[in-house]
């Protein structure tokens, strides 16, 4: 068979094995860490918090983290903090002379953009650990220690715990397989998948009004079908003809001819519209207790991703996060510049200011489409929810967890395929070549 025949190939390239046990190991680490209760806590008071984080935002926050969230762990706060770093730092280095200059500095301009992550990481940790004890103490009921060594303590060992996952994935991207930062995601994201199918399975098939098998036979189908839209939105490459130097941007060259494609994505923002738009939504938890908490108020339904008016406001901030994200990621006239500099053109555009209009022109025909993609994906969570699919089961249906798994798990395959090639061994798909969310083939 092909898959045991790949299997033993990945298995006979000795440096692809090793990376692929230390990934499993630190995996497995991680996911024990998960279930590590900070100490002076009572695992068994934590029902509150395990109710709480079932259903509505707080159920993501909990996902992210693979349940350590709602157990109260000493990996809690998981690495979201250092994503919620990074993203502020990688809108610094657009927008902020002084960044910007260090990225242009190579590998020592790296390294201290990495540091100020870092610095700017343990900030966020500093004041969501005190926020996030304080919530655990209302739903525990005082149920817990109330002294301020417990806080600070506490406080201590989520920040270490955070920055200890953070090590994780780092090491898991120098000497395991894939971009470490995301397999974490992407590992707590699936840590919750059997026990939410599960519990799907059991409610369709045994529940008076769950459905029945032919229900339960539907939900799987769809869902099949929106992991592969979301392949497609992942992969999704617009290639223009142009003739360009094939160095600049790994461009594909036809045998024979000089005809070369400049790739423009179709979502070039992959899922960051998703993760500032989910950041705005949030902003109603914190003026939620300071207005009314009527079931009816216009706030009350922005707080419930089941509602309509929270999908509609969800999904336009998506779009104009999306044009937003690509039009300071993308410069069309940089772009030309290179072109023209290296000695390139499109063909029937003058270079120069034309050429940029023309890429900024079909940039902005492509993130139209992509927007809109990319917001129904996020927004079918509340679609399933519509038809009975539980809220567990339902989050994989689509918004940022169901991207971020079909993107890590691409990137990840896209390394495996690079190293059985790299060996002369056939690789993972008999046509064709893996694409990764950079959409470059593995070769």
Not at 323 to 340: C, G, R
Not at 394 to 417: C, H, K, N, P
């Amino acid at each position: 068979m092909k898959f045991v025949e790949t299997i033993k190939n990945i298995w006979d390239i000795k440096d692809l094995r090793t990376r692929i046990i230390i990934t499993i190991l630190f995996v497995l680490i991680y996911r024990f860490g998960s279930f590590i209760v900070l100490p002076g806590i009572n695992p068994e008071a934590l029902g509150a918090l395990h109710e709480s984080t079932q259903e509505g935002l707080m159920s993501l926050l909990d996902m992210f983290s693979g349940g350590a969230f709602s157990n109260a762990s000493i990996f809690a706060l998981g690495i979201m903090p250092y994503i919620s770093a990074s993203i502020v730092i990688q809108l610094l280095t657009i927008a902020v002379p002084a960044f910007q200059k260090m990225q242009r500095e190579g590998e020592s301009g790296r390294k201290k953009i990495t540091q100020y992550t870092r610095f700017l990481t343990v900030a966020i940790l500093l004041f969501q650990g005190p926020s996030y004890l304080i919530n655990l103490s209302v739903k525990m009921g005082g149920a817990m220690p109330d002294s301020v060594w417990f806080y600070l303590s506490s406080t201590i060992i989520l920040c270490a715990g955070s920055m200890f996952v953070m090590w994780l994935g780092e090491r898991i991207t120098d000497k395991g397989v894939g971009n470490g930062i995301s397999f974490i995601i992407l590992v707590g994201i699936i840590a919750r998948f059997p026990g939410a199918i599960t519990q799907e399975a059991l409610s369709c098939l045994f529940d008076k009004s769950g459905g029945g098998l032919i229900k339960f036979l539907l939900e799987i189908v769809f869902f099949l079908i929106v992991i592969g839209a979301s392949v497609l939105l992942v992969q999704g490459v617009r290639q223009i003809p142009v003739q360009y130097a094939k160095q600049m941007l790994g461009a594909k060259q036809e045998i024979g001819g000089a005809r070369q494609y400049l790739p423009l994505k179709v979502n070039a923002a992959n899922v960051m519209p998703i993760i500032f738009a989910q950041a705005i939504m949030f902003i109603p938890l914190v003026v939620a207790p300071f207005m009314s908490s009527s079931e009816d108020s216009i706030l009350s339904t922005l707080l419930n991703p089941d509602h309509w008016p929270y999908n509609v406001v969800f999904a336009l901030l998506i779009i104009l996060f999306t044009y937003f994200y690509t039009a300071i990621t993308i410069n069309p006239n940089q772009m030309a510049e290179d072109l023209k500099r290296n000695g390139g053109f499109v063909p029937g555009v003058k270079a120069g200011t034309e050429t940029a209009d023309y890429i900024d022109d079909i940039m902005s025909k492509l993130t139209l489409p992509g927007s809109v993609f990319l917001a129904v994906i996020a927004i079918l969570p509340a679609v399933a929810r519509f038809f009975d699919v539980s809220q567990q089961f339902a989050q994989f249906f689509g918004g940022t967890s169901l991207l971020i798994m079909v993107g890590v798990v691409l990137d990840t395959l896209q390394q495996v395929e690079g190293h059985l090639l790299s060996h002369r061994y056939d690789g993972l798909l008999k046509s064709g070549r893996i694409r990764g969310r950079s959409g470059v083939e593995a070769y």
